[in-house]
Each structure stands twice: as C-alpha cells, then as structure tokens.
C-alpha cells in the first residue's frame, strides 16, 4: 500500500500521535464478541476499496474498511465467493472485522476456516510502521504464517489495512436434506456419512431436526439425495434457512440484552467431532458435523469449560449478559507467554485493543 494514500497518512498519524488505548473498530458489528473494548475509536471504514481483483487466479486484495456485503457482491458477479461464509450480524460489518475476528459459517467444517484463506496482510504496528507479510497469490507462501495470525487475534497485535484473499467458484448445485432424529442418533449419523464421499457442505441440528446441504456437482448431489433420503427443502428456503444460520438471525441466537433469562448465555462449544452429548442444561444448536455446539442456558462457567475440557475441546461465551469476563478459555502458561510475547514484537506500547482477547494482554 502506498503510504501516501490520504486515509493510510490518516492512521498512520493517529497511531504515531497517541497516548492512549485505540479501539480499532470498522462497522462494529462484533462489538459483543470478545472482553470489553475501549480506548479512542481508530475508525477504519474510510479506508475501503477492493485493490486488485484476479477471477481467473482465484485471489482478491481488499481493503480493511471495506464491507463485505460489497465484497461478497463484486465476487458474485463472477460467481465466486468466500467458501467459509463469514457471518453478517449486522449491515456495515468490514473485510478487516471478518479477518480479526476469525469466525466462520456452517460450510467451515467442510471447506476450512477465515485464516486458511487469508494469503498476505499489510499491518500497521504501534510505531506507525506499515508492514507486508505474504503476498497476492497462493504458492507464495513467505510470511504466511504471520498473515495467519492476523485471523481471530482481534487487533490486538496490529492494524490490519489490506488483506489478500483466496476465494473459490460458487458450487454448481446444492441441496438440502432434513431429517427428523434425536441429538444422540443425530451425531452418530453424522460420523457415519463424514466417513463416505459424500458433498456435504454443512450440518445443523436442533430441537430435534439436522439439516444437511449438499454442494457440488450436479451428478454428486443428485446421486446423494438419492443416497440419504430425508425431507427436500425448497431450494429459496434452504438458502434463506442457511443464511439466518450464517448470520445468528435463527430463532435460536436471538439473544442480547433485552431478552435474557436471568443468568442466560451463548456458548460457543468447540470438541471432537465424535463427542457424543455433552449433557449440559440448556438448548443447543449443534454444526459442522457435531464439532460446533451452540449453548444457550444457565449453565455456570465452570460447568461449560469442564465439560468441553473432558471432551478435549474448549468452549468461549459468546454472548451474555455485561459485564464480560472470561470470554475465552484462560491460557496454559507457555501458549500465554507465546501471546505476550507477540503482542510485545507488534504492539510493545500495549495501544491496540487492550484486552479485547484476554486480560491484560
């Protein structure tokens, strides 16, 4: 990026001139997500704009302030898009917030998740140093690593203004199958099918029903409907269904704090995926072939991260009730070593999101 660019000079001023913490923010459409933010807003929407755009080599470089509904648009076009399906929670949310933040849709579990699509990154750091890491397309792979860490630190180790992306075509044909069965006979069957090739392409179970979709070829996806059985979903149904799953507008993750239970929360539950039922109290919405299990209830802390713990995985609240505390599962002593250590190469000042991914970090 050309550091002359009036809104780059814009953030490269303000960062070199303050003195105080920096609440790096796009369209704020995750601020519920993670510890408490604060500082003085470094608002990152004006630098916006998609850089260079290659359809035929798969890769797009874009701007942090960007949205990414444009994003997402200017792909369709060229019936590509982004295969992990970032969630939308709201209008206005960036390219740079989706990077931050790390999250992904349903089809993560079958297509892999935001940082193994993230190519190159251009990052401010605190002494107002605009820094490039890995590049434009895919066999270049030098500083991938770094550009890879970008995804889900939520700008606590730096700026990120620009990111190179990998995108892949839009799949020809889809489907979706439901079925009625039990949470238990729901996770078996999942297991079963994960070890068949079959085009599934996402999984949700809830209140008693798994929806599966199926992406690929038109040949694959024909000859699995065939295969599986189950109820056809209208295909605009399906699609509608699965973009409120993407974007939390489900019944289900209708939670904030005008309708919370006394002591209710949104767990995000991340285990094997043959980790039979988890028996905590609450409702659960289970994705990704039984690896993602949402749950909203009244379960303590303690009992959720054991739980998840015994299971091999970890589990972050997701959603709750302010203030918040303990959002993500505390860190062993070597891998919080590892992360001070980062946040002091990138960020020694400690001005970029004070916090927001744990305490005192």
């Known amino acids: ?94 390219v740079g917030g989706m990077v931050a933040a790390g999250l992904s849709g349903p089809s993560r579990a079958s297509v892999g998740c935001v940082r193994d699509y993230v190519l190159g990154t251009t990052v401010l750091n605190a002494q107002g140093e605009v820094l490039t890491f890995g590049g434009q397309v895919i066999k270049n792979v030098a500083g991938y690593d770094v550009s890879r860490v970008m995804a889900g630190s939520l700008g606590v180790l730096g700026v990120i203004c620009e990111v190179s ?119 659960q919405f289970i994705e990704w072939g039984g690896a993602q299990r949402w749950l909203r209830g009244q379960a303590t802390v303690k009992q959720v991260r054991a739980a998840a713990v015994q299971a091999g995985g970890h589990a972050t609240l997701f959603r709750g009730a302010a203030p918040r505390t303990e959002v993500f599962t505390p860190l062993s002593a070597p891998l919080l070593r590892i992360h001070k250590g980062l946040k002091a190469a990138f960020d020694p000042r400690g001005i970029f999101n004070p916090g927001r991914l744990y305490p005192g970090l």
């Open 1 to 94: 990026m050309n550091t002359q660019d009036p809104e780059l000079k814009r953030l490269i001023d303000q960062v070199r001139s303050t003195h105080k913490a920096l609440n790096i923010q796009g369209g704020n459409t995750k601020h519920f997500y993670g510890e408490m933010s604060h500082g003085e807003v470094l608002d990152m929407r004006p630098l916006s704009g998609i850089s260079s755009y290659e359809p035929s080599e798969l890769v797009v470089t874009v701007r942090a302030g960007t949205s990414l509904f444009e994003l997402e648009a200017r792909l369709a076009e060229q019936g590509q898009c982004l295969p992990f399906e970032p969630p939308r929670f709201a209008e206005g949310g960036t």
């Open 165 to 283: 992306l990998k995108v892949l075509p839009i799949a020809t044909a889809t489907a979706t199958r439901m079925f009625t069965m039990d949470e238990a006979s729901a996770l078996a069957q999942l297991n079963t099918w994960a070890g068949q090739p079959l085009p599934i392409r996402a999984s949700a179970w809830h209140h008693g029903q798994l929806h599966l979709r199926l992406a690929g070829a038109q040949a694959a996806v024909k000859a699995a409907c065939a295969q599986l059985g189950g109820t056809a979903i209208d295909p605009e149904i399906a699609a509608s269904w699965w973009d409120n799953v993407r974007d939390h507008q489900h019944k289900f993750f209708h939670l904030d704090n005008n309708h919370l239970a006394k002591g209710e929360h949104l767990w995000r539950i991340s285990v094997p995926a043959t980790t039979p039922a988890l028996g905590l109290q609450g409702t």
